[in-house]
Every structure is written in C-alpha cells, then in structure tokens.
C-alpha cells in the first residue's frame, strides 16, 4: 500500500452549508502533507473525516487501505486531534497519558516514558497540565497521538503556541516518524507554517481545493512580491523606483527624513535588481532588504484572495 489517504469527489455538508466540495487528496506513505486554507474553508471538517468523527456525504475515501463507509467510525492506525488535544488540567503530563493509554488499551508503562522524551517533556513529566504553557499543551498532545504508534496521524494547527525551540523539537519529531513510514497530514492557517515541514500542500478555500502539489510549485507561481528597504536616502530610492515602470511603490511607505527610511516596493526578482542597480548607480546605499512574507505565503494569499474575488 503506497497512499495512506486516497479521497476523490469527498463532500461534506452541514444543512445548507456546503463545508467539503468534492474533494481529491492524495497522502502518501511517509509524506508529511499540509492542510492550509482561510478561516471556515473546511480544514477541521476535512481532519475530522480522517479521524472518523464523521463520514463523508458523498464521493470515496480511503484511509490505510481500508474504504470508508456512511457512517462514523474509527480507523484503525489513525490517530491525532482537532480543535486542541483533550487533556485533564488536574492530572499531570504522565498521568494524563497513562490514562488515556489505558483508555485505548495500550499497555502503558514503556510507552508513557518513551512518547513523553520524543516530544521533550520529561522533566516536566509529574507536574499537573492545568501549569502548562500553550506549547507544552501541543507537545503533550502530540504525545497522546504518539502513544498508539500510528500510521496516519492527523493533527490539528500543531505549532500553534509553540515558539522556536519547541517548533524544532516537534518539526524533528515529525521529520522522524515520517522517516520511519507514518503518514502526516497537518493543518494550518498560514503557508510559512508548513513550508519548511512538507512535501505536499493542499490548499482549501471554501470547502474547494485550488492548490495541491509540492510547495516550491507554489511558491514558482508568485509574479511580484512586497519587498521592504532600508536605504540610507529613501526620498533618492524612492525617485529611482518611480522611474523604473516594473516597479510598484506601495501606498503607505513614503519616506520620513530621518536617515535610513524605509520604503516598500512590489516587484518581481528581474525588476527588484534592476532596482538595486539604480540605487547603487545614484549613490544611495540599501542597509536593509527583505520579502515582507514569504514567496509561498504570498502566492497562498493571492490565490485565496483571488477566489474571495472570484465569488
Ligand atoms: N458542525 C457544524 N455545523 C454547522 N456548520 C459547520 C459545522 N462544522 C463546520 N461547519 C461549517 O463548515 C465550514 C467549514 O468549517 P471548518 O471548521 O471545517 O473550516 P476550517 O478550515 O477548519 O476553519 P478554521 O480555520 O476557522 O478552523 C464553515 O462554513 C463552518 O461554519
């Protein structure tokens, strides 16, 4: 079996709200594959499809080999969250595990340990999770996921709350189990989220998918991007980018008199260097340059822009 997830023309409704529209996705075994789309565009219907808290109207899912039926139920070799893992504050990090090992009849004692040092929480192992940071939270659910030794796990805006160290730790966590031949299928909101974890990208908007493929596709599609620059005569830089015309002054970046103003620009990679050369050309010095969000953010929020645009 090479697909972990093979879904075509899946559609989910609630009443009149059309939350899933025929949708295709496909995961492979070993992929860490990205769920991003805008806020109600049906991420959290779709992951809860694969976790089998619900079942799809119509169309064909299949999950680990197995055909999904018409009614709920829960996949075997599936595990994962949606809308924040479930945790007893009162219990502490271990017991919260033991329990819940216990509750899907995992035998728990070398396991809790184990899954607790994957995810890095093995100093704070025996304090209650009601003291618990946002992160370490995320951390202790992945954890819980962890425990059955999944094949497919599916969670929920993981790095949510995590903040640099603890988005390594379980980037590596993640990285590893996908090594070792578990399927990921992760949510978010924001694309630089997911770019640096995977493989695949789908892009859902409104219950539709309008992107699916590997990042860099994506990020390739993008024509211009805000460029921020910190100039040493921004008044200069900015009559240097007026006269060239693929180079887009963007409102709400006029230069102040201080020294080393900053001013904003649109462009594409050929026109930001020809930018750069004029600079240099008319004496004005660049001490700053840098993309305001990322190629792949930026052509995500295009393309959804452009189906809010569309409707
Ligand atoms: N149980 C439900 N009853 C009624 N409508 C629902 C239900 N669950 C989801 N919806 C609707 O389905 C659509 C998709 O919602 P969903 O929660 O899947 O989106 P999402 O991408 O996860 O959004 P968010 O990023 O805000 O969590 C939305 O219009 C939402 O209002």
């Not at 240097?240 to 963007?250: D, E, F, G, N």
Request: aromatic letters at 2%; one cysteine or more; charged letters at 20%.
């Amino acid at each position: 079996m090479t697909y972990a997830v093979r879904a075509r023309g899946v559609t989910k409704s609630f009443g009149d709200v059309l939350a899933l529209e025929t949708i295709d996705l496909d995961v492979e075994r070993g992929e860490i594959h990205g769920l991003v789309g805008p806020n109600g565009a049906g991420k959290t219907t779709l992951l809860g499809l694969l976790l089998g808290l619900a079942s799809p109207d119509a169309g064909s899912l299949e999950i680990l080999g197995t055909q999904v039926g018409r009614a709920p139920s829960v996949h075997e070799g599936v595990a994962g969250f949606v809308e924040g893992p479930g945790l007893y504050p009162s219990l502490t990090a271990r017991k919260n595990l033991a329990t819940l090992a216990v509750l899907r009849g995992i035998e728990p004692r070398t396991r809790v340990a184990e899954v607790l040092h994957e995810v890095g929480l093995t100093e704070v192992a025996d304090e209650p999770v009601q003291g618990f940071s946002l992160g370490m939270r995320q951390r202790l659910g992945l954890a819980s996921a962890l425990l059955g030794r999944p094949r497919l796990l599916v969670l929920d805006e993981a790095s949510n709350g995590l903040d640099p160290a603890g988005k390594r730790q379980a980037h590596a966590v993640l990285t590893e189990l996908a090594r070792t031949g578990t399927s990921i299928i992760l949510s978010s909101h924001r694309m630089d989220d997911v770019e640096s974890l995977c493989s695949e990208v789908t892009i859902l908007d409104t219950g539709r998918v309008v992107f699916s493929g590997p990042p860099a596709t994506l990020a390739a599609e993008v024509p211009a991007l805000d460029y921020r620059l910190v100039l040493t005569d921004a008044r200069a830089g900015r009559r240097v980018a007026a006269r060239l015309p693929a180079i887009h002054l963007v409102e709400g970046s006029e230069p102040s008199d201080a020294a080393g103003a900053a001013l904003v620009v649109r462009a594409a990679a050929p026109a930001l260097d020809e930018l750069v050369v004029g600079l240099v050309h008319a004496g004005v010095a660049i001490r700053e340059l840098c993309p305001l969000v990322s190629p792949l953010e930026a052509a995500f929020l295009a393309l959804t822009d452009r189906q809010e645009h569309a409707r």
